[in-house]
């Protein structure tokens, strides 16, 4: 090792400094770079173990996805048939209601006057048709007897059928009086619950005034429409299974009983009604719901659910071609069990990175 001596006019500090660069410069040699490089993972010459899987094809479920309206299986907006005013309301919003039961009455004492008029001209009308035919019969004999003429026999029988008609006129008021009377009470059409009352006590009504709704929502139906190209594929007893937005991605599981015999010119298509079990009372009418019409299970390109990367831009798939991954952005269909259908980006036969870890990237070296 030498020592340098340095001049009387040179400060030690001035060498100190001079050294430092050369001793950098022999750390940053191009052989330490090299090392460095080989020994850092995931290049060529340093492959990952994976586990790969194999794209498959199975028969897969093909939906058709449809939105629709929750329909109850019976709804009646109930009218007034009289004028008067609302003396009485019995039902509430929610309430159960049986059939004939009555849930608004309206002001009747006229009604019952006109009823009580009409009771006594069918006494007056029946007894003058008894009178009438007592003399039919009387003018019958009398004629036999030649007590009288025919045009006689003929005036007084024309006289009792005059009658028998005239009674029969004041029969109908008596049962129109009598209806009027009856509609007075307002009663459910079919068995149900109470939607709405549109009226209170004090309110006048007249013919065909709403007065209450009601909803009969068990079963319930889903209103859908089918797009015209889809529909050679709907029968009667083709199950649907559809989501509302209340119950989050509960599936509720009905079957097509209805189908419009038309298609609709304006909007060209095909109005078509499930039907399902609502005894919960869950689901309501006029809920918004989204279904999905199974049309088949064609065989299609399969993989494992944990082979999927998803993320904002979509789902990624890792093929693996020799020993080098490639990054694929895939379509994906249906799943059933831990098997998603993939529609585009890979076929039966490619193989696949099975839970590609961070590591797994576009060009990495890979082995099983």
């Given at each position: ?25 022999g ?101 003058q ?20 003429s ?58 065909r ?16 429409t ?59 009418p ?39 991954v ?43």
């Open positions: 090792m030498m020592y340098l001596r340095s001049p009387r006019n040179c400060p030690m500090r001035l060498l100190i400094l001079f050294a430092i660069p050369v001793a950098l410069s750390c940053n040699r191009p052989g330490n770079a090299s090392a460095a490089q080989t020994a850092r993972p995931g290049t060529p010459s340093s492959p990952i173990h994976v586990k790969l899987a194999s794209v498959v094809e199975r028969p897969m479920p093909e939906y058709l996805t449809l939105t629709g309206t929750l329909r109850a299986d019976a709804q009646s907006d109930i009218a007034a048939d009289v004028s008067g005013k609302i003396v009485r309301t019995f039902a509430e919003r929610g309430q159960p209601v049986r059939r004939g039961e009555i849930l608004a009455v309206i002001d009747s004492q006229v009604s019952t006057f006109v009823v009580s008029a009409a009771e006594a001209q069918v006494r007056v009308a029946e007894s048709l008894d009178e009438a035919r007592r003399d039919c019969d009387r003018v019958k004999h009398l004629l036999e007897a030649g007590a009288i025919q045009a006689e026999f003929d005036r007084q029988t024309a006289a009792c059928t005059t009658q028998q008609w005239s009674s029969a006129a004041v029969q109908a008021q008596h049962k129109q009086a009598a209806k009027v009377l009856g509609d007075s009470a307002i009663r459910a059409p079919f068995d149900g619950i109470l939607g709405e009352r549109f009226v209170n006590v004090g309110q006048y009504v007249e013919p005034t709403a007065v209450a709704s009601v909803y009969q929502p068990d079963p319930i139906r889903i209103q859908l089918v797009p015209e190209a889809n529909i050679a594929a709907v029968v009667v007893d083709l199950p649907v299974a559809f989501s509302v937005a209340a119950y989050g991605e509960e599936r509720f599981v009905g079957s097509v009983r209805y189908i419009s015999p038309n298609v609709r010119e304006s909007t060209r298509d095909l109005v078509v009604e499930a039907v399902l079990p609502n005894h919960d009372g869950r689901l309501k006029g809920m918004f719901g989204t279904g999905r019409l199974l049309l088949g299970m064609p065989r299609t390109s399969v993989v494992p659910a944990s082979a999927l990367v998803r993320d904002d831009s979509g789902a990624r798939l890792f093929a693996v071609v020799g020993s080098t490639e990054e694929r952005m895939v379509q994906l269909g249906e799943s059933k069990d831990d098997l998603v259908a993939v529609l585009r980006g890979v076929t039966a036969g490619d193989r696949i990175v099975d839970k590609p870890g961070p590591e797994v990237r576009d060009g990495a070296s890979v082995v099983e």
